[in-house]
């Protein structure tokens, strides 16, 4: 999937995925994950700096704790704002059977590098305790 293909559309898109043993076992699973377009993602962006930005004229009330919270919240609000919209894609929600027990494995949600085509992460299966990757 291309960067221009992205900008069209915003969708939710199922990708099957690989959950990994240390002792090499195998299972298939899969993780829904949710793209923005470039106007949803400005308007996150714009959100989240915003709110900065109003915690900060709200801080200017608390007594003793604005020289911190005041410059605190106000330079942090267009550094979160360029994180916010560098983030083309988030997991939302994947599950899949563990390798070790095959129990079922639940896969947090989360952020996602895009395209990920070399994406992997560790989940913690609940029922047996063991680590698995998991690899696109």
Request: glycine letters at 8%.
């Amino acid at each position: 999937m291309t960067e221009s293909s992205l900008k069209t559309n915003s969708s939710s898109k199922e990708f099957k995925v690989t959950l990994l043993a240390r002792t090499g076992n195998k299972t298939q699973g899969s993780i829904d994950v949710h793209v923005w377009t470039q106007p949803e993602r400005l308007k996150r962006a714009l959100k989240f700096g915003g709110l900065c930005w109003g915690l900060s004229l709200i801080s200017v009330l608390l007594p003793g704790v604005h020289f911190i919270l005041v410059p605190l919240f106000f330079i942090s609000g267009p550094i979160l704002a360029v994180i916010i919209y560098k983030q083309i894609a988030s997991l939302q929600n994947g599950q899949g059977p563990c390798p070790f027990c095959k129990a079922n494995v639940v896969i947090s949600k989360g952020p996602i590098k895009w395209p990920a085509t070399d994406w992997s992460m560790d989940e913690l299966c609940t029922k047996c305790q063991n680590n698995c990757l998991i690899k696109m």
